[in-house]
């Protein structure tokens, strides 16, 4: 009988031990309440991809940058693990066409991108063991690893500019949150000595901060009216 999954398996050169698995990996939490279950997606496989993920990229940046400090191999690490590049790896692989959302979700957004990259590394990991998984990320990623160059985020990069001339009081706030556990919406303002220096939104407090500071930076690069 063939697998939906055959030509993911062929892909890759996996020979699946457990196809549920997969399954899993590939199933957002929001099916639960369409078919009436507990725990059948793919956030306990995210949780160990996530693991298994950052130790390689560990491993990478400090082999492939022997002369960088901790804070730069940290600033390359972060551009890998948690971040848009996995949601681009899990687009380029075409891990998204497989994604099962529920009825009650719109579309793909980047967020669920890349829990999927992590739940399918997590999958990889289980069926296939560790030395399998830690070929295909080094496989993936070697390269990408070896000419990155340090680049702050949004947040950080804020913090920098507005910390220039000393020390200054910068916070971040959850202005509303709306949604379900599985597909919530938070509107975050970044503050500046208590004024507001921008808002963003995101379906977790990390990506609306991210984006409220994205917005804040937007606004400073602006040349002031006369």
């Not at 020979?15 to 698995?21: G, N, Y």
């Not at 990320?137 to 910390?163: N, Y």
């Amino acid at each position: 009988m063939s697998s939906p999954y055959s030509e993911l398996y062929r892909r890759f050169r996996i020979l699946p031990h457990d196809e549920r698995l997969f399954d899993l990996a590939f199933t957002h939490p929001s099916c639960n309440s369409d078919n009436g279950t507990n725990h059948e997606d793919y956030e306990r496989l995210e949780f160990l991809g996530d693991s298994v993920i950052g130790m390689v990229v560990a491993d990478l940046c400090y082999a492939l940058h022997p002369d960088m400090t901790e804070g730069g191999l940290t600033q390359i690490k972060n551009q890998f693990v948690r971040s848009s590049s996995e949601a681009e790896l899990c687009a380029e692989l075409g891990l998204d066409e497989y994604i099962h959302l529920g009825d009650s979700l719109g579309q793909l957004d980047q967020s669920i991108r890349e829990d999927v990259f992590e739940s399918f590394v997590g999958a990889l990991y289980l069926d296939q063991g560790l030395e399998f998984v830690v070929s295909f990320l080094k496989g993936i990623l070697r390269d990408r690893i070896a000419k990155a160059e340090i680049v702050l985020d949004p947040k950080s990069k804020l913090q920098q500019i507005l910390q220039a001339d000393g020390a200054v009081s910068i916070q971040y706030k959850v202005i509303e949150e709306s949604g379900s556990a599985q597909d919530k919406h938070i509107i975050s303002g970044v503050f500046f000595d208590g004024m507001e220096l921008g808002r963003g939104e995101g379906h977790n407090k990390k990506a609306a901060e991210m984006e409220a500071a994205r917005i804040a930076l937007e606004k400073l690069a602006k040349p002031k009216e006369a």
